[in-house]
Nanobody
Framework: QVQLVESGGGLVQPGGSLRLSCAAS????????MSWYRQAPGKQRELVAR???????NYPDSVKGRFTISRDNAKNTMYLQMNSLKPEDTAVYYC??????????WGQGTQVTVSS
């Protein structure tokens, strides 16, 4: 079993930055990929960033150039650096881990609010 705990959310002004963290614990072996998703009120959950076991990353156009995903394998922690934040980035952000065995794990989410 894998547990994921997000942290780092909060209130930030437009144009500001935040760094989210996702700490993984438990049976963290053979990770296929890890991702950040977000869900705004009344909207579907959407992929924000993904990093594979090999370190490849991908982003949707809505955050490309502003968000950066990274991993610290020694700490079993994933990060999402978010710069130039916009009000439309306001959402609950979730981290997700897909294991090579096919198991899918989610964190509890952290709120990000971008507002002046």
């Amino acid at each position: 079993q894998v547990q994921l705990v997000e942290s780092g959310g909060g209130l930030v002004q437009p144009g500001g930055s935040l760094r989210l963290s996702c700490a993984a614990s438990g049976s963290v072996f053979s990770i296929y990929h890890m991702s950040w998703y977000r869900q705004a009120p009344g909207k579907q959950r959407e992929l924000v960033a993904r990093i594979t076991s090999g370190g490849s990353t991908n982003y949707p156009d809505s955050v490309k150039g502003r968000f950066t995903i990274s991993r610290d394998n020694a700490k079993n922690t994933m990060y999402l650096q978010m710069n130039s934040l916009k009000p439309e980035d306001t959402a609950v952000y979730y981290c997700s881990l897909v294991a090579a065995t096919g198991g899918v794990y989610w964190g509890q989410g952290t709120q990000v609010t971008v507002s002046s």
